[in-house]
């Protein structure tokens, strides 16, 4: 059965590349789709597409992955609750709402995730602060996300606390978002290819494209970035999915990097990357005169989120130290470090502690302690416990990473140089220690030495020399493909070398 028309056809008008993510796959859905609506071939289907709006939804909804959960990759949700909302806040020049835009937003679980974390953040003055709105080609989808009942998968990564708060079962299986949130949020059919955007969507501030540009080739890529640049309000940002970001750097936004997260800002003409940085630096005066400003909060749950109220620890502390042997601590570890990269934090910590409260704690347990309080915010718990490994072993790999970021991240340069400088003498072939320190240089304007340092990365990465510990991979490297670190240290190097 030659589908290769109905293929075009879609390429098209939807932009949808099935070679993303399987031809097979793909081209076995639409036979099934023709087979099942008793079309008498696949020109006959095609002529229906052309002519059949609902068809046309129907075969989108089958050839979709609407794969999402909520609090997916929740350092952009952290982000933008932290530093991004502050920033615009700042910067609006009446008391219009910032604008956040979910492109690609399927059954919703992302648009009410974003409105989740700014309740968590700002509290009642969300609903006034902010206006999320949210697209999709798929109708049908749109229709579940309106709706607003997921099931449990949807709740893979989120604190069970957040469930209890924003959601009610609707049988054993289910559960109902809470209605003030399905409210809160506007959704908009979306065909990123349309020759026009909904007039309604324009503005936004911050635009969410996550996970979507895998379903593009290169140059459709390209051409919806141009067209999503023109909904954003200059100094906008668009953020991608982890694993996406160098693929959609085109030159049409600044790639940039806030709090260790890489995303897309929309610069406007004339205004530097100095410039930018500098304004979101200085852009904690969020809130508009007159506004109570909320509690500054201090605390996390295991899906990123600040809380400003104590969160019930999962399982109580046992009676006293526990005693492990090696085969259940490394199981105990193990546990705690695959929590650690599905970036659930709190419960990673949580199963980590018995661990480091033993009388004779390992070394990689306690680094990895230090690393999950630097994620959740507590950086001097974090180099403290750091230094305290350091006493006992003052070339451990791991504390001299921890370490180099906690001084990078506290300005303080020559702190950052002298651990990371440290921890290559230790180990020469450590990138990830390379790799920071070419951030350093190339932040504090140290041209040759940034260029230097990123070539050595990329010629490790090319020998396939990876340091063989997963923690130090862990706690040094940006949380990047290494196929995308790679293209991130070539496009340093390039812009580096053009400045020269």
């Not at 609506?37 to 050839?63: F, K, M, V």
């Not at 003498?425 to 504090?444: G, I, K, M, N, S």
Request: aromatic share 8%; proline share 6%; hydrophobic share 40%.
């Amino acid at each position: 059965m030659n589908l290769d028309a109905i293929q075009q056809f879609i390429r098209e008008h939807l932009g949808l590349n099935a070679g993303t993510y399987g031809n097979d796959l793909w081209r076995e859905l639409i036979a099934k789709r023709i087979d099942s609506i008793g079309a008498r071939s696949p020109e006959d289907y095609l002529a229906r597409l052309r002519n059949d709006e609902t068809e046309l939804q129907a075969l989108t909804s089958l050839i979709t992955i609407n794969e999402t959960y909520f609090y997916r990759e929740p350092q952009h949700l952290r982000l933008l609750t932290e530093r991004l909302c502050p920033e615009r806040l700042a910067r609006r020049a009446s008391d219009d709402p910032v604008r956040l835009l979910s492109v690609g937003c399927s059954t919703g679980e992302e648009p009410y995730s974003i409105l989740m974390a700014l309740r968590e953040r700002y509290g009642e003055l969300a609903e006034s602060l902010f206006e999320v709105n949210a697209g999709d080609v798929d109708r049908t989808a749109l229709e579940r996300a309106q709706a607003g009942i997921y099931g449990r998968l949807s709740f893979r990564a989120l604190n069970p606390q957040l469930q209890e708060r924003y959601f009610s079962p609707e049988d054993t299986n289910h559960f109902r978002i809470d209605e003030r949130l399905r409210r809160g949020v506007h959704f908009h059919p979306l065909n990123l290819l349309d020759p026009e955007y909904p007039q309604t969507l324009a503005n936004q501030d911050v635009i969410f494209f996550r996970n979507v540009s895998i379903y593009f080739d290169e140059p459709t890529r390209r051409r919806v970035l141009e067209r999503l640049k023109t909904l954003l309000v200059p100094g906008g940002y668009l953020i991608v999915g982890i694993s996406e970001t160098l693929a959609n750097d085109f030159g049409i936004l600044t790639l940039c990097e806030r709090d260790g997260v890489f995303l897309f800002v929309n610069e406007p003409a004339g205004m530097g990357r100095a410039s930018v940085t500098a304004d979101a630096q200085g852009a904690r005066r969020a809130l508009p005169v007159g506004a109570v400003r909320p509690a500054r909060l201090v605390l996390h749950t295991d899906s990123g989120v600040p809380r400003s109220d104590p969160l019930p620890v999962a399982r109580p502390p046992p009676p006293g130290p526990q005693v492990y042997d090696d085969a259940a601590a490394d199981a105990v570890y193990d546990e705690a470090l695959t929590l650690t990269q599905s970036e659930r934090y709190q419960t990673a910590l949580e199963r980590l502690e018995p661990l480091c409260a033993c009388p004779q704690p390992r070394a990689k347990d306690l680094v990895l302690k230090a690393y999950l309080l630097f994620e959740l915010d507590r950086i001097a718990d974090a180099l403290a416990l750091a230094h305290q490994i350091l006493a006992s072993d003052p070339w451990h790999l791991g504390a001299l990473l921890v370490l180099g970021r906690g001084a990078r991240r506290q300005g303080q340069t020559n702190d950052a140089i002298a651990f990371l400088r440290r921890a290559i003498y230790h180990q020469p072939d450590c990138w990830p220690a390379h790799f920071q320190l070419a951030e350093v240089y190339r932040e504090t304007g140290q041209t040759e030495l940034a260029r230097r340092e990123y070539r050595i990365v990329l010629h490790q990465l090319e020998r396939d020399t990876q340091v063989a510990n997963p923690q130090t991979i862990l706690i040094g490297a940006p949380a990047l493909a290494l196929g995308d670190l790679n293209r991130l240290c070539r496009l340093h190097l390039a812009r580096l070398e053009a400045s020269l």
